[in-house]
């Protein structure tokens, strides 16, 4: 059973520069419909590219919001993300990208006992190849991003790699265990929270702030209107969280009430 | 460039019971032509079955020792999996094992900059996959011993399996950052630190100890005769952590010296 597919996501790019530019990537979920107007750290007029592919309401939003450069990717796909990173790069004019969100997800319901190697591989290349990859591809981007905040400390106003995970990848707290075992997605946002530890260790010296969210679970469970955490609660509160970081929240794991989770 | 290159290992059991039997797998690399005779828990005369493609020591070893059987196995194929579980099953003769080490591994070097989706596959395969569907198939004989067990609290000598980790999968330490990226194999241990856990919580109820641990570095550094750490020193450390573990112990990570390691 499939619940957030998007191997195939789209980046959205927000021109209006300054101030920094936003992409968020793999945005053909549900979740994402409700997420994408609120996350874009700005609000945002300017010039819209739309693919004919696209779900409804992100053609829809990107039209009502002519600053929004809406592309096509896949995150397993390395020709397609590199083909994605050079129109940023063209749409950017010379100007660097400030923010990197990783937000693109699959998830399969599993147990200990159901596991595949499939699926396990498959989850792997979503949630974490996909973001290492991505990241390696508009690493340029935002390096001119820092560079030009030279002098900054660390923030997400001035470069920032942000990778969304979840409380279910933390091995510490092991969230919803009784709910869900889904293992091939446990281990990918594992594996994930440490690329993003090893992100933060060899790009903080760069003035690139890299950091591991849980955006809460807006999915409402079988026969629920709305799930734990409402799009609203969960948007304004990565938004509040994303702007509170600093140096010394390099390489950490946060939820979106703005609690430090363990890894 | 590949350090430890085992995805094709062996599963070593001792027959010899009681007391419990142990299994190890993935066997070729160097590291393992020495760390085999201590690991086993117990010394061993018995009956050995060795195959043709064996390395020359593990040969020696099994001829040497004749309760050892070796079996062939790749980690990252299930129906050779399956095949050397039925196998073990055969050996056993009725009686549950006692001890699962999933003691294979590969790893590659890199760094953020060159690591690839290839290797990223391969390593999440047989560091984290290969674990999971080898503890799947031996499930049903680690229940025979923890049922065999029953009444007694969780230890190494009733029923547990025992993954081995390293503290370069510690998202908390990152040991070595300087010395070694090798994200592929960061993450890899991150995401069989997770499976570790879930293993632990979903069969500590069962009578099945869940570890994961780091047997310290034993690979010499180019020019130097030995690794930071002595065969020995890691061998003998290893077994003395795996003798002390109990109920409490489940679904933790230890280094060889006998020290809790963050996730």
Redesign the interface.
Known sequence: MDLLENVVGMVVVEVEVPPAVAVLLGVAGRRSRHHLPHTLPHGAPGAALSAPFLPQALNELALGSPSLVVLPLDV?D?GSIGAAAGQVQEELRGAGLGLLINNTGARRRS???T?T?EN??LL??TN??GP??VT?AFLPLLREAAEAGRGQGLSCSRAAVVNVSSAM?S??V?AA?GDA?D?SY??????????T???A???GDSGILCVAIDPGCVEPAPGRESGPVTMEESTQGVLRVLAGLSASSNGTFWDWRGQRL??
């Open positions: 397993t390395a147990t200990l006992e596991e190697a396990m591989a792997y290349a974490t190849v290492l990859q390696q990848g091995i510490g092991a265990w075992q293992i446990r281990c990918s946002k594992a594996a994930l929270n440490m690329l530890k090893c992100q260790l060899q790009y363990p890894w």
